[in-house]
């Protein structure tokens, strides 16, 4: 992926449903006080060309989060579980008004469970 010229990371299993895309602020010009607005599209570059799948608008502040963790990494054994504390932030419900949840990543597992979204409901 490239953005702003510049080459990003994709974090993502060859065989995953999911993929997730990478962009340093400084490129796409914000910083963790910007609310910025954004949009996904994910288009069939092989056959058609057609937007097949579409989000969106989401708004976002990166200093101000709806819902935040202060665990920033867990581990659990295999077949197991973790417990992390997630939190209605102060501010967020005004600043980052679409975020519904927190999405948490499985790097090392196999495609099918490299990653779970946690919606929540207050």
Do not use: W
Not at 4 to 25: E, F, H, I, R
Not at 62 to 80: E, I, N, R, V
Not at 84 to 107: C, D, E, I, M, R
């Amino acid at each position: 992926m490239r953005c702003a010229g510049k080459l990003q990371q994709c974090d993502a299993d060859l065989n995953a449903s999911k993929m997730v895309l990478t962009a340093p602020a400084d490129a796409v010009g914000i910083g963790p006080d910007t609310t910025f607005e954004y949009h996904v599209a994910v288009a069939d570059n092989y056959f058609t060309g057609a937007v097949t799948d579409d989000a969106g608008p989401f708004t976002v502040t990166g200093s101000a989060p709806k819902y935040a963790t202060p665990d920033t990494q867990l581990s659990a054994p295999a077949a197991g579980s973790e417990t992390a504390t997630v939190t209605a932030t102060a501010t967020g419900t005004t600043a980052s008004p679409t975020q519904l949840g927190v999405l948490a990543l499985y790097p090392s597992t196999k495609a099918k469970g490299s990653a779970t979204a946690i919606i929540i409901s207050p």
